[in-house]
Nanobody, 121 residues
Framework: QVQLVESGGGLVQPGGSLRLSCAAS????????MGWYRQAPGKQRELVAT???????NYADSAKGRFTISRDSAKNTVYLQMNSLKPEDTAVYYC???????????????WGQGTQVTVSS
């Protein structure tokens, strides 16, 4: 089984910064895709940023110029650096990964438990 463990959420003032981390563990053969999603109260879950195994990145319009997604393949970890935070960034942020396990060939999608980000003065 594969687990995704997130950290780095919390309370921050508008204009501040946070860095979210998501570490994948378990019987991992390959990670093909990792990303960050968020869900605000009363709204649908939305994509924030993604990164592929060949380091291509993609961002939601609301994140462009403020957020940066990166990865450390040796640690099976993905990061989301969040700068110039706004109150509308307040949401639960979820890590996502597409993974093949040792001894298998199927690609499975995993989700983290979510970490709360609150932007408020």
């Amino acid at each position: 089984q594969v687990q995704l463990v997130e950290s780095g959420g919390g309370l921050v003032q508008p204009g501040g910064s946070l860095r979210l981390s998501c570490a994948a563990s378990g019987r991992i053969r390959s990670i093909y895709f990792m990303g960050w999603y968020r869900q605000a109260p009363g709204k649908q879950r939305e994509l924030v940023a993604t990164i592929t195994n060949d380091a291509r990145t993609n961002y939601a319009d609301s994140a462009k110029g403020r957020f940066t997604i990166s990865r450390d393949s040796a640690k099976n970890t993905v990061y989301l650096q969040m700068n110039s935070l706004k109150p509308e960034d307040t949401a639960v942020y979820y890590c996502n990964a597409d993974v093949t396990s040792l001894g298998g060939t199927l690609i499975n999608t995993y989700w983290g438990q979510g970490t709360q980000v609150t932007v408020s003065s």
